[in-house]
């Protein structure tokens, strides 16, 4: 599904003394079946924006088009269900998305809201979690009873199991250990490709920007302030310091190998990219 | 050094578990005054219950912690949390106050502080965070990392003698990780602060003077960074990444390039690479 901002603006609390606008003239097209990026600095819209993707918040100007919905500001809360059924979002807090008794519940609501039976809703809850890397044991506890990153995969899982066609994931590693965020990753790209799902990812690391997406949207103060392909975005390491952005961790190694005097054609995004340059110089010989 | 935190065969259990295994294990270590200490491990591994039993927030099955030469006890509890500053996984948990700043202050509440100094401690606390703007906004209604800088402004404002940190960056850009990562080197060349970070971040667990590694509820390693990083892949069971120059290593070996053995810091792979392509 395609998702078109056009001259979108949104304001906390309009028309009180508390009124904060987070996004300012949003124009940006999220192509069908990409993998997107947004990053930005703290406090840049970046959460206000995905919010936006399944009309949890409503543009105060402006409209968005998921697919054939069209949200504007005077779209009702009524008839929201399919849309949010196509588009799920992994929130940045992951408790403020569980809520149930249990873990097999709370994976089981969506599913269930959306038609299954209780016992196909509780198969796909078990399946969702093992896909997750928990531990069944953990269904018949309160969700609220676990860690931080066991938290995390619980609200993953409760996502996946509506089996969206757009998947939104605000910082979706924040907390696993690096292993669990390595098979995260791993997995929504996998997802991707089996069922052809669109993914905007909001994430810091610069490395999974790199490694994952084809599309990268830069955000600063409410604005969109760049759009483009990683490899455009990190050709210009004293833009991104600017918008206080860094850089992939291969890209800032290269750059301390170029003050050296090596030299590259492109500057290398990924370990793997960079490896096959220096492979590549050395003539492939193994020294 | 005199040891300011004191930990002796520390048992765990939650109570809401119909098992009886235990979620923390016969854990013991000692923290020295002024030290900084990371405790690493995967999910679930009981780094936040740890934390938690320290300052008294849950109460072990048995064993004995002693912070500051006083054995935690319902009696000293109170006194304990006084010392110790604790900043939250999920900083939506501790807010307490309507605006930044009372939030702020409310950190610094029970020290007997004169009103002014307090309110100058809660905006020196909000510049360091770079949060200076928001002071009369509601915590509740600001970005996921803003509301980390906000959780950590209280704990710079307080100064306990003891801060623990437990993945209060999480949401941080790497420019403000590395922020709040100076302003707590600062804070422990002005005083004598003890830190214990719980940490999935590499860069994190290199700043600090030792490293603790909890594996299912147990301590099952300690080291200084440098002896931990020497792990190399073993790091990933840790809970713990590669560092760049181990990754990068990996990845030149799958080019068939042969590669040092021997741990190399980033410079050490700059330069190493840089012999190899000049010589060639
Ligand atoms: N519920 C809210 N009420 C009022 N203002 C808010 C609310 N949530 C966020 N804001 C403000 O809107 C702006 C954008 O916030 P948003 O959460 O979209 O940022 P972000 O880019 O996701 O940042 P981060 O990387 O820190 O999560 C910020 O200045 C923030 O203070
Ligand atoms: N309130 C609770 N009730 C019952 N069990 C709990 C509770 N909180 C945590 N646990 C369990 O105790 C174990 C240790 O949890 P803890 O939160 O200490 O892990 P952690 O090392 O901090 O993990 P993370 O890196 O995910 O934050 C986990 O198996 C978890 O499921
Ligand atoms: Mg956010
Ligand atoms: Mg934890």
Known sequence: MAIDFKQVGFTYQPGTPFATQALTDINVTIPDGSYTALIGHTGSGKSTLLQHLNALLKPTTGTVT?????????????????????????????????????????????PQNFGASEADALKTAADMLALVGLDAELLDRSPFDLSGGQMRRVAIAGVLAMAPQVLVLDEPTAGLDPQGRLEMMEMFAKLRHERELTVVLVTHQMDDVANYADHVIVMDQGKIAKTGTPQEIFQDPQWLAEHHLGLPKTTAFAQQLMAKGIQFDQLPLTEDQLAQALAHQLGGATQ | MSQIINVEHLNYRYPQQDTDALTLTDVSFSVAAGEWVAIVGHNGSGKSTLAKNLNGLLAPVSGQITIDGQVLSEDTVWDIRRKIGMVFQNPDNQFVGATVADDVAFSLENQGIPRETMLKRVDEALAQVDMSAFKTREPARLSGGQKQRVALAGMIAARPKILILDEATSMLDPEGRAEVLATIRQMKADSDLTVLSITHDIDEAASANRVLVVNDGQLVEEGTPAEIFEHGPALIKMGLDMPYPERLKAALKRQGVTVPTTYLTEKGMADWLWQLISNK
């Open chain 1, 66 to 110: 998921i697919g054939d919905r069209v949200i504007t500001p005077e779209t009702s809360n009524k008839d929201l269900k399919a849309l949010r059924q196509h588009v799920g979002i992994v929130f940045q807090f992951p408790e403020s998305q569980l809520f149930e008794e249990t873990v097999a519940k709370d994976i089981a609501f969506g």
